[in-house]
């Protein structure tokens, strides 16, 4: 049996949601066992998300929402709609400042990965929706996007 393959995919300006995203990606090898591919998402084609088990998707919050890089993969996303249905979608994202919209964007796109029907999980125990910072990611911000890509790859394991 092949290991699960997770899209770890962002937009960044300043380099804040990118860090995050190099983050998480540790967060997702230390638990082994999955294939990670970890890219700018102005390099990512719709179709392409058909290929992964698991799509973890990073941005940075305007005005209280994804990126448009991001919002233009998932309305491109459309023509392929059904055909996620069941696989893991996790979701971060970095803001200017306290109270900048972060859980708003990271509900924004796990809205578009349930419309999809994918599988997201919550967590009782810190970000619940996933992984924010305020700013570069400072330690705390870190451990949760370590913690987010270990959530991520248990799941698709568990799952696949």
Known sequence: MSEPKVLLAYYSRSGNTR??????EEGLRSEGGVAVTLRPVEEIAAKELLEFDAI?????????????PLKKLFDESVA???????KVGAAFS?????AGGNETTVLDILEAFL??????????KGDHYGAVSVGAPDERAAESCRKLGGRVA???KRLG
């Open 19 to 24: 860090r995050m995203a190099e983050l998480v």
């Open 56 to 68: 973890v998707a990073g941005s940075p919050t305007y005005y209280g929402t994804m990126a448009w």
């Open 80 to 86: 392929f709609h059904g055909k996620l249905d069941g």
């Open 94 to 98: 970095s803001s200017g400042g306290l």
């Open 115 to 124: 419309i999809h029907g994918m599988v997201v999980q919550g967590d009782p």
């Open 154 to 156: 248990r799941l698709v």
